[in-house]
């Protein structure tokens, strides 16, 4: 099993900053990728960014304003919101892809974190 856990989220200002960090623990034997989701109420859940063996991918609406980042050592990844907007309010949420010792692939989610950006 794989634990995913998500912190760092919170109330700021509109243009202001955040960091949101998603630690991955439990059986793993290597992660394929690492990618943040977003949902605001009544909305699907979207790709926000994602990093995939270095390789970083963002949406259109965070480009240059948001940066995703990873430390291998910890199986954690992070990302950084800068220059925050009211529409970026949501529910921030964590999905790992990962192999386990057993050879099995996995994709596992966080419980969320909630980021709320006031005007």
């Known amino acids: 099993q794989v634990q995913v856990v998500e912190s760092g989220g919170g109330l700021v200002q509109a243009g202001g900053s955040l960091r949101l960090s998603c630690a991955a623990s439990?059986?793993?034997?290597?992660?394929?990728?690492m990618a943040w989701y977003r949902q605001a109420p009544g909305n699907q859940r979207v790709l926000v960014a994602s990093?995939?063996?270095?390789?970083?991918n963002y949406a259109d609406s965070v480009k240059g304003r948001f940066t995703i980042s990873r430390d291998f050592a910890k199986n954690t990844v992070y990302l950084e919101m800068n220059s925050l907007k009211p529409e970026d309010t949501a529910v921030y949420y964590c999905?790992?892809?990962?192999?386990?010792?057993?050879?099995?692939?996995?994709?596992?989610w966080g419980q969320g974190t909630q980021v709320t950006v006031s005007s």
């Open positions: 439990g059986r793993i034997l290597s992660i394929h990728s």
């Open positions: 990093i995939t063996r270095g390789r970083t």
């Open positions: 999905n790992i892809d990962s192999v386990d010792y057993s050879g099995r692939g996995n994709s596992d």
